[in-house]
């Protein structure tokens, strides 16, 4: 750490450690070192506990010290992410703990700010803030992270969390009036569908400035004063913003495979012989083969290829790899198989993974609930008849 | 997003001219930059790249602007199909 303060006096037994009571703008250290040159027995001790650590509390590692201000200490947070924040930011894209995944609201700092600084506010969902904290790196200024109970900002105002209420609150609240001296919030724009410019200004008497859509456009949102390019108020959704959602589709589904494999096995055991576990086996991996395809074509595939499939409707864009897919189980299991078993697999893919293409809606930045109802109102029909028959076509083909 | 194109003609999007004042806000906050300024009138320009997220109406300080806002999410509208308006939670369903 740069900016730390060595003490005076070498050894912390009896020495004053204490924080130095001097009023000082300056971020305070977090740690005082002690020397390491006067080790009698095994490695040398760490540094001694900071004077901001308090019993039942921890230092979160993005904390690099604490900026005194009217209203107390303000951490400072680093602007670069280190290994714990990638850590969590890849436990957080698998779907693990992901509603946990948030850091305490309240007012943070970057850099050396003082009453003239610059607010943005964010979520604290620690995604949020961590895409924010990294591109500041050039800036002296304030995060106000208010309370979106761990969701992201677009889909936090999307539920009424990121709204005027809690901006409001969290003015009042982090007692913003006797930290800076000006009255502007900088916004992200895609709090706007929760946030109400005009009724934040009539409630709290600040200004809200729209900053741009995406975090690394806030330096150059800062350096023009506020204007900002075209593009920069536009949602993108390119091939590496939609591969990241992949695994927490794929979280969804354990819950609902608990259910369907023993149906799976037993529904493919049936036959002639009433029932059979050579056939429930055999023919049950099968099914499965069919069930795991549809997921891939649906919930990996669909996505990735989204703008590339040539229909609009996601139900569509699903059956349309799916049978592609399910024209690939059918391949496979081709030799073992009558033509009414394959067709059924190929239904089978093909159902699951329109449902699941349909469901990858929520997930993307330009579906209007309107046009996702009307699509609904067609596609789920369907695919509950599809997969019925292909499921009546299977188990009828073990009677031939 | 110009490849990214939903369903056509389905949005609930609409803009009252009259009571326009022309501050610009809606097309600030549009994600999709459905709006735009023209002299002292905002306009659709693109009524199809519509999401109906809301941001538009909600930030209008003289409510020209009129839109259903929901989520585009399936799971979502299932729960509301099942539960009635006020069940459906995308917390449980975690759509997004």
Redesign the interface.
Known sequence: MADLIHPKNGCCSGGDCSNSTEEDSRPQPLFVDIPSNEVCCGSAPGPQSSPYEKPGYKLLPFVEGFIDTPVGPVPKVKTHLERTDFLGTIIARLGIGRDQHKIAPGLYGVGNPGHDSPVLVTANYKLSFDALRREMASLDAWILVIDTRGINVWCAAGKALFSTGEVVRCIDHYMLKNVVRHNQLILPQLAANGVSAHQLKKESGFRVLWGPVRAKDIQHFIDRKSNVDKSMRRVTFSLGERIVLIPVELSHLPKPTMWLLPAIFLLSGVGTNFFSLNDAFYRGLMLLTAYAAGILAGAVAAPALLPWIPVRAFALKGMLTGIATGFVVAAIYYSRLIWAEALALLLVTMAISSYLAMNFTGSTPFTSPSGVEKEMRKAIPLQVAVALIALVVWVGAAFK | ?E??????D???LQLDIEACVGCG?CE??????VFQLRGKKAEIEDLN????????A??C?TSAIRV???????????QTWIKGKRGGS??E????
């Open positions: 997003m490849n990214f194109r939903y369903l056509p389905v949005t609930t806000m600030s906050v549009c994600p999709h930059t790249g519509c999401m109906e997220c809301g941001a538009c909600l930030n300080p259903t806002p929901g989520v585009g999410c399936a799971s979502y509208i299932i995308c917390s369903v975690k759509c997004c």
